[in-house]
């Protein structure tokens, strides 16, 4: 891999390393500090709400400013929100930073996927699947080690966290602006004006059947983060079990990238990638439609996983190539707001059906939900093969333009 992805790839590890500090540890810290599980949800709801408002901004800001500016700008919005939280966490404070930390770090992530695009063009999926490998393994770190730093007090969470931030910051800012050199920049335009030509028309569409698909499995998925976590505490299964749950998917994926390669020199169609790894979600909630054993929920968890790294790689990739020339920021903003939107959406959704109806039917609502890919990927397939017909028959059009001009300057001379 070139050098300027092994930066990226340390660059969004300790990123998520900072954020895998305070995400697990959320809805522990509000009710420390007295307040219901419904106002702690409210909470986050409105953190993914900015996380979503950032990935577009993020996106667009890449295309219009490169990615340096747009990463030290977000960047800058966590750095400061988490250095404050270290001295100022009551709940008023730690609410409305929470806030603009989730703002601020969902300006950063599409804008580092869009530069891995740009600074390894011939790369396909392998950038993604980097940044991607890079993230778990800073949600294993950072998971693993919260637990341990909280056991002594939460105070010294908000250090860790801003003290990563500022690694970040510092590596952004003195190795980044070099990459810039790779990244072709357009004036702002909304998502309008991509409809002006027919190509780019089409590209948006087929992100937004793309996005269907995506967002449904964030929907099912994020039930391990949250339902799955209360049904495992009824169940009698300590918290620090389900903890260790995260560690072993951060390991998992990690360890287990020599099999993914080995599968995808052989798959090599994102979409399939994608099908393959819906399939695997589905068994992951059929088999945890009778789990009762921490046991089971481990090979839950491993089943999950291996689903989770085919799909989510192979999503910003296909996104990639539907990106009109120096719209990649604008595409990855769309398309990871989408995901943020089932993060936001998936908790009230399981919540809601769990707090009526048992666990097993959320489980079987999940299982149909997850059908709807298989619909939205051969659309999205077949919108892209009359694309690239269409692109062959403009490309045909233009060399028969350019032959019979020729033709008639060679006659001109005669």
């Not at 990226?8 to 420390?32: C, D, G, H, K, Q």
């Not at 619909?375 to 028959?393: A, H, Y």
Request: hydrophobic fraction near 50%.
């Amino acid at each position: 891999m070139p050098r300027k992805i092994w930066i990226l790839i340390l660059a969004m590890a300790i990123n998520v390393t900072a954020a895998s500090f305070l995400w697990p540890l959320n809805m522990l810290y509000m009710r420390e500090l007295g307040q219901s599980l419904t106002f702690a949800g409210i909470i986050l709801l409105l953190n993914q709400g900015a996380a979503i408002i950032g990935n577009l901004v993020g996106g667009t800001l890449f295309d219009r400013l490169g990615g340096y500016r747009t990463i030290i700008s977000g960047g800058a919005i966590t750095l400061v929100s988490a250095l404050t939280l270290t001295q100022f966490h009551s709940i008023i404070p730690y609410s409305i930073l929470l806030i603009c930390i989730g703002f601020g770090s969902g300006v950063v992530i599409p804008a580092m996927y869009a530069l891995a695009a740009s600074v390894w063009p011939e790369g396909g999926r392998r950038p993604f699947n980097a940044i991607y490998v890079a993230q778990n393994i800073g949600v294993a770190v950072g998971t693993a080690t919260s637990g341990l730093v909280a056991a002594y007090s939460f105070s010294y969470i908000f250090i860790a966290n801003a003290s990563l931030f500022v690694i970040f910051y510092l590596l952004v800012f003195f190795t980044f602006k070099s990459m810039d050199e790779d990244v072709e920049t357009r004036s702002y335009s909304t998502v309008l004006s991509q409809g002006v030509k027919i190509v780019d028309k089409r590209s948006f569409i087929a992100l937004i059947i793309l996005g269907i698909g995506f967002f449904i499995a964030w929907v099912a998925y994020v039930q391990w983060q949250s339902t799955i976590a209360i049904y495992t505490q009824d169940l009698g299964i300590p918290v620090d079990r389900y903890s260790l749950l995260w560690t072993i998917n951060g390991l998992l994926i990690i360890c287990g990238q020599p099999l993914i390669k080995w599968v995808t020199k052989y798959i090599t169609s994102p979409k399939v990638q994608i099908i393959v790894g819906n399939t695997i979600f589905i068994i992951s909630f059929i088999y945890i439609l009778q789990a009762e054993t921490f046991l089971d929920f481990v090979t839950g968890m491993v089943i999950l996983t291996l689903g989770e790294m085919f799909v989510w790689p192979a999503v910003p990739t296909i996104a990639a190539s539907l990106a009109p020339k120096g719209r990649q920021g604008f595409y990855q903003g769309v398309i990871n707001s989408v995901g943020t939107g089932g993060r936001m959406i998936g908790p009230a959704f399981g919540g809601l059906i769990a707090d009526h109806f048992p666990m097993m039917v959320l489980f079987s609502l999940l299982i149909i939900l997850l059908l709807i890919p298989y619909l939205t990927i051969p659309i999205l397939g077949r919108l892209q093969r009359k694309m690239d017909e269409d692109q062959e028959l403009h490309k045909d059009d233009d060399i028969d333009h350019d032959k019979q001009n020729k033709e008639e300057v060679e006659h001109d001379i005669k």
